[in-house]
């Protein structure tokens, strides 16, 4: 995970309007006490679809947003793909998802923050608990959307994904410092993120400055 390390700062930012749009949704979240669990609406997932033919031909639950029940530090997120009876499907069958805070601006572009993001590949995430934390805030909104696709050879209904964040409460001496995460990508500012690539050595780059001051 990339974080900046807050520091005093009196540098100022001129933050754009940035549209989301969240539908009312039957996407939850459940607190356990040590773990935020975001569940998104079921959808079906028909087999194959979205592996012909346009790598976004997938399904999208719908966008919604949750907020987030008592103030407090994430220092790690897992995901699971349920079906209808709560039973984990492979996890292939998720292509992304990102979790967005829409109140603040990412470090280098003027456009909503991604809080956590992942996608089949990537796995459990895990900062050291006792030294970093994102922090969150009791009534804090977050705007989660995922796309899910289905490689396999059965079909799978009701499906939803589960986001498992992992906090310690506010209020207690640890973690010592707050983190931020931020997002890099080559093909910045914005717009389709896909290029071509062509044979023998090539390179692709982005060049730009943080919105403020800090230590990464």
Aim: aromatic letters at 8%.
């Amino acid at each position: 995970m990339i974080a900046l390390r807050k520091v005093p700062c009196t540098s100022w930012l001129l933050v754009l309007p940035v549209v989301l749009v969240a539908t009312a949704s039957a996407q939850t979240l459940h607190d356990t006490g040590d773990e935020f669990v975001v569940r998104t609406e079921p959808v079906d997932l028909p087999m194959h679809q979205g592996v012909h033919g346009h790598e976004h031909m997938g399904v999208f639950p719908p966008v919604g947003t949750v907020t987030i029940p008592v103030s407090g530090y994430i220092h790690a997120f897992d995901y699971s793909v349920l079906n209808g009876a709560g039973e984990e499907i492979p996890r292939v069958t998720l292509h992304h998802f990102n979790v967005i805070d829409p109140a603040h601006r990412e470090l280098f572009l003027p456009i909503s923050r991604r809080l956590l993001a992942a996608g089949q590949e990537t796995g459990e995430q895990k900062l050291p608990w006792f030294v970093l934390g994102i922090p969150v805030t009791e009534g804090q909104e977050l705007v989660v959307s995922a796309m899910l696709h289905n490689p396999t050879e059965s079909a799978h209904h009701n499906v939803s994904l589960e986001i498992r964040m992992s906090y310690i409460p506010d209020g207690r001496p640890w973690p010592l410092f707050d983190v931020y995460p931020f997002q890099i990508d080559v093909a910045f500012p914005a717009g389709d993120k896909s290029f071509d690539l062509p044979a023998g050595k090539f390179s692709k780059s982005w060049e730009g400055s943080p919105g403020v001051a800090g230590r990464i």
